[in-house]
């Protein structure tokens, strides 16, 4: 064989395992939103989304947690457990880009290697960018919050924080440090 046979040979095998990433990514995902759509369309949730739980909660780190948001409040459904916040005890909701740049760097570096120049940076800084979704509520006078990774559910969560921010103006708090 020519070494250009062996080259095209080995860009169809790598494009073919991009595109099987590409699409079992987007499958999950699919799978994992569909729990929480249905659980919106049975308990008439305006918003929900699948995340994965990173503090504030009493379930395990990193646990699935369907986050159903209604006029009345916020429900997180995991493992069985159900857990709610009133939208009274709720005083913000936030969408949150958490990365840093030597995390991006590194991605970059272990994309170029892996997937070669163009594509392997671009993949390598697109892995190293997350997305965190806050709650914040009061609870006992005291202010707390939940943190969750958005992960496949990063559409649904700005949705919430756009629904959350457009309908509730209250009062402008005072806080003493």
Not at 14 to 42: E, P, T
């Amino acid at each position: 064989m020519s070494d250009s046979a062996v080259t095209a040979i080995i860009l169809l095998l790598g494009a073919f395992c991009i595109g099987m990433f590409i699409f079992l990514g987007v499958y999950g995902a699919k799978r994992k939103n569909k729990a929480a759509n249905d659980l919106r369309s049975q308990r008439g949730w305006i918003l929900a989304a699948t995340v994965s739980h990173k503090s504030g909660l009493p379930v395990p780190n990193g646990a699935s947690v369907i986050v159903g948001y209604t006029d009345s409040g916020i429900v997180f459904v995991c493992n069985g457990s159900e857990i709610s916040v009133s939208m009274e005890k709720v005083t913000d909701i936030d969408y949150i880009l958490k990365t840093s740049r030597s995390a991006m760097m590194r991605g970059a570096a272990h994309g170029r290697r892996v997937y070669g120049k163009t594509v392997g940076s671009a993949a390598g800084v697109a892995s190293a960018i997350q997305y965190d979704f806050v709650i914040s509520y009061e609870s006992g006078g005291a202010a707390k919050r939940v943190v969750l990774d958005a992960g496949s559910g990063q559409a649904a969560c700005a949705k919430m924080k756009e629904h959350f921010r457009s309908n509730n103006q209250g009062p402008v708090r005072k806080i003493e440090l």
